[in-house]
């Protein structure tokens, strides 16, 4: 089963905010959060980490609540090219085999 | 973006006939990974590689075989090929393990199985 819920889709204005939210209430104490985005036909790419402190860098800012039990991916300003699934994948302790635990990820359409 | 390629980019066989998909990194990273994704199933590990020669079984490797000779190649080989294995397939690098950690995608290949 899934350890993460993300909803399956969202709308965003260009020029404003997206804010993704992620449920992962079963997270362990020294698991990260991770997110990454797929544009349509390519390959993954990364976005950012956390644990349990708020995170930025020049994509992205992960909002983690106080309990893990949840995050917020935040694009400050989205673009068209912004467009994409998004993946909240959060790496399960009881899996020694580098087993991951995906979201069903949340298809972000930024509208002009 | 990181120097990750994969060959061939796009394949069409039959079934029960072999097949290798190639990854080529040029960034000296020591962590190597194939994927395959589907529809409703997201990204599903096949195999990985913590160094030369060191490989092991991701969650759905039945069918799949892996071999990493040099640090810059990671060939992943269908012995014989169904239609359940057409996918597309990426491969990824990592300088750190475990699959949270940061990694690089590379551009995919469509393999269909006819």
């Known amino acids: 089963d899934a350890k993460t819920t993300q909803p399956p889709s969202m709308d965003c204005a260009e020029g404003r905010a997206a804010n993704l939210p992620c449920n992962h209430s079963?997270?362990?104490?020294?698991?990260?959060v991770y997110w990454y985005r797929q544009i349509h036909s390519q390959g993954p790419q990364y976005i950012i980490h956390g644990l349990k402190n708020n995170e930025t860098n020049e994509m992205a800012s992960l909002i983690i609540t106080e309990d893990r039990k949840s995050s917020t991916l935040i694009l400050p300003h989205a673009t068209l090219r912004d467009t994409a699934v998004y993946y909240c994948i959060v790496r399960v302790a009881e899996d020694s085999n580098y087993k991951l635990t995906f979201g069903k990820g949340t298809l972000l359409t930024v509208n002009p | 973006d990181a120097g990750i390629t994969q060959s061939p980019r796009h394949k069409v066989t039959e079934t029960g006939t072999p097949v290798t998909l190639r990854c080529h990194q040029t960034?000296?990273?020591?962590?190597m990974y194939w994927y395959r994704q589907d529809p409703g199933h997201g990204l599903r590990l096949i195999h990985y590689s913590y160094g030369v020669k060191d490989t092991d079984k991701g969650e759905v490797s039945d069918g799949y075989s892996v071999s990493r000779s040099k640090t810059e190649d990671f060939l992943l080989t269908l012995e014989s090929a169904t239609s359940s294995q057409t996918s597309v397939y990426f491969c990824?690098?990592?300088?750190?393990?475990?699959?949270?950690?940061?990694?690089?995608f590379g551009p995919g290949t469509r393999l269909t199985v006819l």
């Open positions: 079963t997270i362990s104490g020294n698991e990260y």
């Open positions: 990824a690098i990592s300088d750190r393990g475990g699959w949270g950690n940061e990694q690089f």
């Open positions: 960034e000296n990273h020591r962590y």
